[in-house]
Each structure stands twice: as C-alpha cells, then as structure tokens.
C-alpha cells in the first residue's frame, strides 16, 4: 500500500535520497512485496537499492533483520497515510479516499497482490515472530477503520471493519490471481457506496 495505500512502496524503484540503511529498508519492502521473502537474497536487495553487497552487513546481519525492517516500513507508512486521512472531513470521506487509494494501486496489485497481505501470509508459515510482526500492521488498519464507523455512530464498528478489510484483501486476490486491474476498480466503487450508504443509514 504507497502513499495511497498501506504499506505499498512496490513498483517504484527505490528513490537514491536517504542513507545506505533508509535505501535498503526501501528496496527491502519493493523486492519482498514482488518475489516473496523467500526467493530474496541479501544480493537482490543490495542491488535494488545500489548499496554494495558488503555494505548491507553493516546495518543487517541476517535477512530476518530487514524482514523485520520492512514490517516496521509498512507501519511507518501505514501511521502516514492514516495521519493524512484524518486531515479530510468526517469518517465516510476518510474511508472512501482510502478505498480510491486502494484502487489507484490496483495494476500493482494485479502484479504481485496487497504487499501487506502478501508478506503476512508469506510469514505466516513460521513460527519465529515474524509472523506476529506482520500481523501488526493490519491490525492497526483495522483498528484505524474500526475508528472511522465509530466516529459515524456504528455500533457495529468492528463488524464492519473486519468486513471492508477482508473486502480489500479479497479483491487483491483475485485481482492478483486473474491478473485483472479492472476487477479491483469495480469492487473499490461497490465498497464506496457501500460506504455511502453506511453513512446515511
């Protein structure tokens, strides 16, 4: 998810501002969202970031280490984007600018899938913390969007939060899996009027 979106920095190169540490976390995020963390090499990241391979050792002892970086990453962005959101006015609007940042993200999703989504189901198979680690990141999203129906006087906050969550990793899937943006566009609409409706029920 980029600025639009949690946690999503794929499909954009790593920008060369920042220190050698900032560029690998950065890389990190993009290289493990497009192959997965398991067929990534400290190799692959160095070189995504323009960072000498002998250089990563020097912030990153082990690829755990920018796992764990790129977890912190996404909650980084996720505290951003959500601080960004609480600017517009009222709920409804924040939740629907949310979805049309999903949507504007749906060819990379096409391509690799929610990178949140992605990496907690990835991490999920271990048993190290990791998984854990990633499972922050959407709870503070769904705390975030159980904030917002709060805010519009649903009792069922929490209910409803879970259900746009699910929704949108839902549609990352099948996005994903059919390689269709469009599919993506034309749920984030559906869940906007949802919204909408929600809103003025």
């Not at 790593?14 to 220190?19: I, L």
């Not at 002892?61 to 920018?66: A, E, P, Y």
């Not at 992605?118 to 913390?129: F, I, M, N, Q, S």
């Not at 990793?169 to 869940?191: F, I, K, Y």
Request: charged share 25%.
């Amino acid at each position: 998810m980029t600025d639009s979106e949690p946690g999503t920095t794929a499909g954009a190169a790593p920008s060369r501002r920042g220190g050698k540490r900032e560029r690998l976390v950065e890389a990190a995020v993009q290289v493990f969202h497009q192959q997965g963390v398991e067929k990534t090499t400290l190799g692959d990241i160095a070189r995504a970031a323009d960072v000498p391979l002998g250089n990563v050792y020097y912030y990153f002892k082990t690829k755990d280490q920018l796992v764990e970086a790129a977890v912190q990453a996404h909650c980084d962005q996720l505290n951003a984007l959500t601080a960004r959101l609480e600017e517009l006015p009222g709920p409804a609007t924040r939740l629907k600018t949310l979805i049309a940042g999903w949507v504007d993200q749906r060819d990379t999703a096409a391509r690799f899938g929610c990178p949140v989504g992605t990496l907690a189901t990835e991490l999920d198979k271990r048993d190290d913390g990791l998984d854990l680690a990633a499972a922050k990141v959407m709870r503070a999203l769904l705390d975030w969007v159980e904030g917002q129906f709060t805010e519009l006087g649903r009792p069922d906050a929490h209910a409803l939060a879970i259900e746009l969550v699910a929704a949108y990793q839902g549609m990352s899937v099948l996005t994903n899996t059919l390689r269709d943006p469009g599919l993506m566009a034309a749920q984030g609409e559906r869940l906007q009027s949802w919204i909408e409706g929600l809103a003025h029920s």
